[in-house]
């Protein structure tokens, strides 16, 4: 009943670790197929995911919206569950997501957590547990009915950033969102390279340039100059 839609782009170091874990986790059962969508990555992400016996996609472009979008449409599931490589649900995730979307509950997120102990991100992670756009981060991962997602327009593929804050904003709207109260464990890796503090305040000055309204190619540029060139994606 559940796909699972992983965008990448030069994860091939990454990737491997989370696709062992799903390999492994209860409720398999609910699991129809796993898609790596991929940004055209310059590195061997492909060939990990065809060596797990995943499906994949390549899409000539780097913007996450246009790769979910994709894999949704070839996916054959019909529940989408969108997560990022470096982020790792808890062990029954499918039999939850399952069991909410029996439930009446059309789409939903889980609370996050880091792996990592320092108080600023246990803090940061907190605010998670709240049904708030504000509190909404990619890395919480979101899973949507196929017929909800079709119907309310996909991924806005003109958003090369934020665009799961975007999504979420509309689909709260069908009154159909919900966080589960379990965590998801999410990397700090950037974080710790570039500085918890920094970091935390580049993403939220570039959440209050979205607010305002900068248009998405400037607002790709700070994205770049502030976190592309120290860390990549």
């Known amino acids: 009943m559940i796909s699972i839609i992983i965008p990448t782009l030069n994860e091939a170091t990454h990737l491997p670790a989370l696709l062992h874990y799903l390999k492994r986790v209860p409720f398999n059962q609910f699991i129809t197929e796993i898609i790596v969508s991929d940004g055209n990555s310059t590195d061997n992400t492909i060939q990990v995911a065809e060596d797990f ?3 994949s996609v390549k899409v000539n472009t780097s913007s996450r919206a246009l790769q979910m979008n994709e894999a949704a449409r070839i996916a054959r599931g019909q529940i989408l569950y969108f997560l990022h490589v470096d982020s790792f649900p808890p062990k029954d995730f499918a039999n939850e997501i399952i069991r909410h979307i029996e439930n009446g509950c059309s789409s939903g997120c889980f609370r996050m957590q880091f792996d990592h102990q320092h108080w600023f991100l246990k803090l940061n992670a907190w605010f ?3 049904n ?3 509190f909404r981060f990619g890395d919480q991962s979101l899973f949507i009915s196929r017929d909800l997602f079709f119907s309310i327009g ?8 934020l665009e799961d804050q975007e999504i979420i904003n509309r689909i709260r709207k069908t009154g159909h969102f919900q966080v ?10 950037k ?3 570039i500085g918890i503090y920094k970091l935390q305040a580049i993403y939220f000055y570039l959440n209050t340039l979205y607010q305002f309204g900068i248009d998405q ?3 790709e540029k700070k994205y770049r100059q502030l976190i592309i060139k120290s860390i990549g994606r």
């Open 154 to 161: 996909q991924f806005r593929e003109d958003h090369l950033l």
């Open 132 to 134: 708030i756009d504000l």
């Open 191 to 193: 974080y710790l390279h």
């Open 53 to 55: 016996g995943i499906r």
């Open 217 to 219: 190619p400037r607002l």
């Open 180 to 189: 589960i109260p379990r965590y998801i464990t999410t990397s700090a890796r």
């Open 128 to 130: 998670t547990r709240f």
